[in-house]
């Protein structure tokens, strides 16, 4: 499910692209602007990625986690 997620997104995101952000200067987006020419490269944005986004959950798990001790201590 994820990698057919991950699959339309990269299909979709040129059109979204090339429809509403042009402003007027219509051109055909290419795989540089989504896809990086190197697979190495690649991986690593994607891991990148992956990363930001784990440890953005846990910043926003430990975050809620203080304030739910917090408020169950005033009370």
Do not use: C, E, K
């Amino acid at each position: 499910m994820f990698s057919a997620g991950l699959a339309m997104s990269y299909l979709f995101m040129p059109l979204v692209h090339h429809s509403a952000y042009t402003d007027g200067y219509h051109y055909i987006s290419d795989m540089d602007n989504f896809l990086a020419r190197n697979g190495v490269l690649q991986v690593a944005i994607f891991l990148a990625g992956s990363a930001l986004a784990v440890g953005a959950t846990r910043l926003r798990q430990a975050a809620l986690g203080r304030w739910v001790q917090h408020t169950t201590q005033a009370a």
